[in-house]
C-alpha cells in the first residue's frame, strides 16, 4: 500500500504518483502487513528467506542468507503469472542474464537462477543497503545540481557498460536506481531491474530467433516512456537517454514533465507536448541556461535528435556546465565522462543530431532574431499624411533629358518582278496553295450538294 503525502490518498503497489496532485506515493508502512508466504522458507535447499524487501511489477525482492556460507544476498522471486505464453519467464531469465554479463560497478551483481522444487523461479543477486532514488525523491522533491548530476553521471557510466553489450534497459526510473554507500561516494549508484531489457542477440535459447517481445507490445512506466516505446516501435539505445533525461528533469525540479490521470494520457503527452520550462515548473531553480538547453535535447520526440549515446549525454553535461561558469563541479565531474560507446550494431542508428534549441526552451535560451529579419509595421495612410507634413520631403532631383534620336524608317518593298516584265502581280486575298485534305473536302462539299439537288428534284418532279 502507497500513500500520497500531499493529499492522503491510499493506492495499490506499483503506482509512483497521486493522478490527482502529481506527488510521488511513499511506502505506507505504519499498517501491519499480512504475512508473505515465502518469509521463513528455504528455497532449493540452499537459500534462507529472511524478510520482504520489496515488490514490483515481475516479482518480490527479498532479503535472504546463502546458509552454507552465511552470505547475506537478495532474492527475487517470480511471481506467478497465467497464460502468458511464458513469457514472464523469458524476461525473467533475461534478467538474469543481461545483469551478470555486464560486470560493471554501477549495475546490480547476479550470481545465480534457478526453479526451487515447488516450481518457483528466482534469482539471486547482491544485498544493497540504502534506498532507491524515488524513495529519497519522496522526502526530499528535488536534489540541488551538486548532487543530481553525480548520480546522472554514475547511471551514464552503468548505461554505457550495457549499451557497449547490445543491451538496453527500457524500464528506466527513479524506483530503479538504488544509492547505497561505497568508495567515499554518500550516493553510489547501482541500477537494478533488467526485466525489460532488449538484448540484441537472440532473446532465449530454444527456438531459432525467438523474440520475447514482439512489435507493438508496450512495456515500461509511462512517465518514463520514450515516444518511439509509447507508440510500440522498435526501441535503441537512445530511448535510455530519454529516460535518464526525464529523470534529470525531475531531479531539478522535483516533478516529471509529462503526467496526466490515465495511461494513455500520459502517453499522448509524450508522443504531443513539449516539456514544460524547467524554470516554469521550479522557478527558484538554479542551473546554467546551457545545461538546460541539454536537458530540453533529451527529451526531444525525435531519437535522432537526442545525445546519441550515454558518453555524448555526459560531454554535453560538462561543456554545459563550463560554458554556465560551473568548472569546479566539471572538474568533478570530468573523469566520470569516460564512458563506453554503443556496440557496433547500435551505433548503426546513430544520426546526426540537431543543434537546433526546441520550442519549450526558455526566452533566455531562444534565439534573438535580428531587426532585419521581421517586417516593420506599416504605417496608416493618416499617420503617413502627418509625418509628410511634419517633416516635409524634398523631390528627388530628375536625371536629365536624353537627346532622342532619329530612328529609322522602314522603306517600301518594291513589287517583286515576273517574268513578263515589271508589272505588278494581282495577288488574290485567298491563299496560294491548298493541301490534298482540302481539295478532298471541296469534292464531298460538291457531291453533297449535287445529291440534295437531285433528291429534290425527283420530288418536285
Same mark, same amino acid.
Given at each position: 500500500m502507497r500513500v500520497c503525502p500531499q493529499c492522503g490518498r491510499k493506492y495499490i503497489d506499483g503506482e509512483a504518483f497521486c493522478p490527482f496532485d502529481g506527488a510521488r506515493l511513499r511506502n505506507q508502512e505504519s499498517l501491519p502487513a499480512a504475512r508473505d508466504p515465502f518469509e521463513g522458507r528455504m528455497l532449493d535447499g540452499r537459500y534462507q528467506i529472511e524478510r520482504v524487501l520489496g515488490r514490483g511489477g515481475m516479482g518480490t525482492v527479498y532479503a535472504g542468507r546463502l546458509v552454507a556460507l552465511g552470505k547475506p544476498c537478495a532474492i527475487k522471486v517470480l511471481r506467478p503469472v497465467l497464460d502468458d505464453d511464458g513469457q514472464a519467464m523469458g524476461r525473467f531469465e533475461r534478467e538474469a542474464r543481461s545483469a551478470s554479463k555486464l560486470g560493471n560497478d554501477h549495475?546490480?551483481?547476479?550470481?545465480?537462477?534457478?526453479?526451487?522444487?515447488?516450481g518457483d523461479a528466482f534469482l539471486v543477486m547482491e544485498l544493497l543497503e540504502g534506498q532507491d532514488l524515488g524513495e529519497l525523491l519522496s522526502k526530499e522533491r528535488r536534489l540541488p545540481l551538486d548532487r543530481a548530476l553525480p548520480i546522472i553521471m554514475q547511471?551514464? *557510466?552503468?548505461? %554505457?557498460?550495457?549499451?557497449?553489450?547490445?543491451?538496453?534497459?527500457?524500464?528506466?526510473? $527513479?524506483?530503479?536506481?538504488?544509492?547505497?554507500?561505497?568508495?567515499?561516494y554518500r550516493e553510489f549508484v547501482k541500477i537494478v531491474d533488467f526485466g525489460l531489457a532488449k538484448i540484441s542477440d537472440t532473446e532465449q535459447q530454444g527456438d531459432p530467433e525467438r523474440k520475447l517481445t514482439k512489435t507493438g507490445m508496450i512495456f515500461g512506466t509511462p512517465q518514463y516512456m520514450s515516444p518511439e516505446q509509447c507508440? %510500440?516501435?522498435?526501441?535503441?539505445?537512445?530511448?535510455?537517454? #530519454?529516460?535518464?533525461?526525464?529523470?534529470? #528533469?525531475? @531531479?531539478?525540479? %522535483?516533478?516529471? $514533465?509529462?503526467?496526466?490521470?490515465?495511461?494513455?494520457?500520459?502517453?499522448?503527452?509524450?508522443?504531443?507536448?513539449? $516539456? $514544460?520550462?524547467?524554470?516554469?515548473? #521550479?522557478?527558484?531553480?538554479?542551473?546554467?541556461?546551457?545545461? *538546460?538547453?541539454?536537458? #530540453?535535447?533529451?527529451?526531444?520526440?525525435?531519437?535522432g535528435h537526442r545525445p546519441q549515446s550515454m558518453?555524448?549525454?555526459?560531454? *554535453?553535461?560538462?561543456?554545459? @556546465?563550463? *560554458?554556465? %561558469?560551473?568548472?569546479?563541479?566539471a572538474d568533478q565531474l570530468a573523469p566520470l565522462s569516460a564512458i563506453a560507446e554503443p556496440a557496433s550494431a547500435m551505433r548503426l542508428t546513430k544520426r546526426k543530431p540537431s543543434r537546433r534549441p526546441p520550442a519549450s526552451l526558455s526566452p533566455a535560451l531562444s534565439p534573438q532574431p535580428s531587426p532585419s529579419s521581421h517586417p516593420q509595421p506599416v504605417q496608416s495612410d493618416l499617420a503617413f499624411a502627418e509625418t509628410s507634413l511634419n517633416h516635409p520631403v524634398e523631390p528627388l532631383p530628375l536625371p536629365p533629358p536624353q537627346p532622342q534620336q532619329p530612328q529609322p524608317t522602314a522603306r517600301p518593298r518594291p513589287p517583286s518582278p515576273t517574268p513578263s516584265g515589271n508589272r505588278p502581280v494581282a495577288t488574290s486575298s485567298y491563299p496560294a496553295a491548298r493541301g490534298p485534305l482540302w481539295w478532298v473536302a471541296f469534292a464531298l462539299g460538291l457531291l453533297l450538294v449535287g445529291g440534295l439537288l437531285g433528291y429534290a428534284l425527283v420530288l418536285w418532279g
Amino acid at each position: 500500500m502507497r500513500v500520497c503525502p500531499q493529499c492522503g490518498r491510499k493506492y495499490i503497489d506499483g503506482e509512483a504518483f497521486c493522478p490527482f496532485d502529481g506527488a510521488r506515493l511513499r511506502n505506507q508502512e505504519s499498517l501491519p502487513a499480512a504475512r508473505d508466504p515465502f518469509e521463513g522458507r528455504m528455497l532449493d535447499g540452499r537459500y534462507q528467506i529472511e524478510r520482504v524487501l520489496g515488490r514490483g511489477g515481475m516479482g518480490t525482492v527479498y532479503a535472504g542468507r546463502l546458509v552454507a556460507l552465511g552470505k547475506p544476498c537478495a532474492i527475487k522471486v517470480l511471481r506467478p503469472v497465467l497464460d502468458d505464453d511464458g513469457q514472464a519467464m523469458g524476461r525473467f531469465e533475461r534478467e538474469a542474464r543481461s545483469a551478470s554479463k555486464l560486470g560493471n560497478d554501477h549495475i546490480v551483481d547476479i550470481f545465480d537462477f534457478g526453479m526451487s522444487n515447488e516450481g518457483d523461479a528466482f534469482l539471486v543477486m547482491e544485498l544493497l543497503e540504502g534506498q532507491d532514488l524515488g524513495e529519497l525523491l519522496s522526502k526530499e522533491r528535488r536534489l540541488p545540481l551538486d548532487r543530481a548530476l553525480p548520480i546522472i553521471m554514475q547511471c551514464c *557510466e552503468a548505461l %554505457g557498460a550495457a549499451h557497449a553489450a547490445s543491451i538496453v534497459h527500457r524500464d528506466l526510473k $527513479p524506483e530503479n536506481i538504488f544509492l547505497i554507500r561505497r568508495d567515499g561516494y554518500r550516493e553510489f549508484v547501482k541500477i537494478v531491474d533488467f526485466g525489460l531489457a532488449k538484448i540484441s542477440d537472440t532473446e532465449q535459447q530454444g527456438d531459432p530467433e525467438r523474440k520475447l517481445t514482439k512489435t507493438g507490445m508496450i512495456f515500461g512506466t509511462p512517465q518514463y516512456m520514450s515516444p518511439e516505446q509509447c507508440m %510500440g516501435r522498435p526501441t535503441d539505445h537512445r530511448s535510455d537517454v #530519454y529516460a535518464l533525461g526525464l529523470i534529470l #528533469y525531475e @531531479l531539478l525540479c %522535483g516533478r516529471v $514533465p509529462f503526467d496526466a490521470d490515465t495511461f494513455m494520457g500520459v502517453i499522448n503527452q509524450h508522443l504531443v507536448d513539449a $516539456p $514544460p520550462p524547467l524554470r516554469e515548473m #521550479y522557478p527558484e531553480i538554479d542551473i546554467p541556461l546551457p545545461l *538546460e538547453a541539454v536537458v #530540453y535535447r533529451c527529451l526531444d520526440k525525435k531519437a535522432g535528435h537526442r545525445p546519441q549515446s550515454m558518453r555524448d549525454f555526459a560531454d *554535453e553535461i560538462v561543456a554545459a @556546465l563550463r *560554458e554556465g %561558469g560551473r568548472h569546479a563541479l566539471a572538474d568533478q565531474l570530468a573523469p566520470l565522462s569516460a564512458i563506453a560507446e554503443p556496440a557496433s550494431a547500435m551505433r548503426l542508428t546513430k544520426r546526426k543530431p540537431s543543434r537546433r534549441p526546441p520550442a519549450s526552451l526558455s526566452p533566455a535560451l531562444s534565439p534573438q532574431p535580428s531587426p532585419s529579419s521581421h517586417p516593420q509595421p506599416v504605417q496608416s495612410d493618416l499617420a503617413f499624411a502627418e509625418t509628410s507634413l511634419n517633416h516635409p520631403v524634398e523631390p528627388l532631383p530628375l536625371p536629365p533629358p536624353q537627346p532622342q534620336q532619329p530612328q529609322p524608317t522602314a522603306r517600301p518593298r518594291p513589287p517583286s518582278p515576273t517574268p513578263s516584265g515589271n508589272r505588278p502581280v494581282a495577288t488574290s486575298s485567298y491563299p496560294a496553295a491548298r493541301g490534298p485534305l482540302w481539295w478532298v473536302a471541296f469534292a464531298l462539299g460538291l457531291l453533297l450538294v449535287g445529291g440534295l439537288l437531285g433528291y429534290a428534284l425527283v420530288l418536285w418532279g
